[in-house]
């Protein structure tokens, strides 16, 4: 089969590899849509540590059961499907509890690092298991199916912060997770939202998607702004979808006393925390792995058009080109903020 392999740091070459091996419980799916994913520039590049070349990368996917294992129930060749990106063991005591995301002996697809090398979505095929598969409806095309992944995100993020439709809530941050997480507070009717960016293009975007006030963060006092748009003392609740320090601390000083802080965004391994802001003001900082359990929801939200998922992709490409659009996003074409590849 073809599949775009990082076959070194800074290199993607389009390339034939053999077609992964289906297990008793897993599927083979044929890949049908598959976006580019933050993650994998910072993987491609080495900063991460999480992509090891050579690998096979994406995680955001939709595609066709072509072959099911010998012990799958329930599924069956020709079934539309979507999945998740974390492949959690459902046996350990984690799992047991709820918090797939949490397993001990998860597996990421597209990732490869020193505990694990798991082939991702940027192939023609791919193996996954089939406790971690989700049915496409009728109506969610395959692009819209390879954005179920970081839709997941953007909800497991809401999920950990005590929203309600009278919030008063800041996305810092306008990237599709944060982008994704205003879709998700105005499909919760919430009125007050402030999206912060630096780009004019993702705030025009966060704007048409629910954002009620739009914020420059390179603004003198963009925190001052948040309060301007909230109340004098700050938002209820802050989103950080970046992942580095001017931006967590934007997010801290942004938030009221007793607010909640939900650290979503994991650019840098090490940030500074505004320690003293977060004592004195009682805040509550929660950090947001993955998704949990909300794939159900998203796919949900996508069928009835409470959620555009299609207003984030910018170019739908085939996967030979993709060494060229991963080098188009890295570079900050204007406008462009996803792009699925189809195999």
Same mark, same amino acid.
């Not at 505990?115 to 996954?128: D, I, M, N």
């Not at 914020?215 to 938002?235: C, H, L, M």
């Given at each position: ?58 995680? !955001? #996917?939709? %595609? ?5 294992? *010998? ?51 940027? #192939? ?19 692009? /819209? ?6 839709? *997941? ?63 420059? *963060? /390179? ?20 989103? !950080?979808? $970046? ?21 979503? %965004?994991?650019? #840098? ?17 929660? &950090? *947001? ?18 959620? /555009? ?11 030979? !080109? ?9 570079? &900050? ?5 996803? $792009?699925?590849? !189809?195999?």
């Amino acid at each position: 089969m073809k599949a775009l392999v990082l076959t070194e740091y800074d290199r993607l070459d389009y390339i034939d590899v053999p077609e992964p091996e289906v297990g008793p419980r897993d599927v083979l799916v044929r890949v049908r849509a598959s976006g580019i994913c933050g993650s994998d520039f910072h993987g491609m590049d080495g900063s991460s540590g999480r992509r090891l070349p050579p690998i096979i990368m994406g995680h !955001e #996917a939709a %595609g066709e059961i072509t072959r099911v294992g *010998s012990e799958v129930d329930g599924w069956k060749p020709g079934d539309r499907v979507t999945f998740d990106s974390t492949i959690y063991c459902n046996e350990c005591e984690t799992c047991r509890a709820g918090l797939t995301n949490l397993c001990d002996r998860r597996r990421v697809l597209g990732v490869s690092c020193t505990e694990y090398r798991e082939q991702g979505t940027f #192939a023609e095929y791919v193996t996954v298991p089939q406790h971690i598969l989700y049915r496409l409806p009728d109506s969610v095309s395959y692009v /819209d199916g390879a954005a179920v992944e970081p839709l *997941s995100i953007a909800l497991h993020a809401v999920s950990r912060a005590p929203v309600t439709p009278a919030s008063s809530v800041v996305v810092v941050g306008t990237g599709v997770i944060g982008l994704m997480i205003v879709q998700a507070l105005h499909a919760l009717d919430v009125t007050n939202v402030v999206a912060v960016d630096l780009s004019p293009t993702r705030l025009a975007l966060a704007a048409r998607l629910g954002a009620t006030t739009t914020i420059r *963060s /390179d603004e003198p006092n963009a925190a001052a702004a948040v309060r301007a748009a909230t109340s004098p003392d700050g938002a209820d609740i802050a989103f !950080e979808a $970046v992942g580095i320090t001017p931006t967590v601390t934007l997010a801290t000083e942004s938030v009221r006393k007793g607010g909640t802080v939900v650290l979503v %965004g994991n650019v #840098a391994p090490v940030v500074q925390l505004p320690l003293q802001t977060v004592v004195t003001r009682q805040l509550r900082v929660l &950090g *947001s792995a993955t998704s949990c359990g909300e794939y159900p929801e998203c796919l949900d939200l996508i069928a009835s058009g409470k959620i /555009d998922a299609l207003a984030l992709v910018g170019a739908v490409r085939p996967l030979s !080109e993709g060494a060229e659009w991963f080098e188009r996003l890295r570079q &900050g074409e204007a406008g462009l903020i996803k $792009v699925v590849l !189809e195999p």
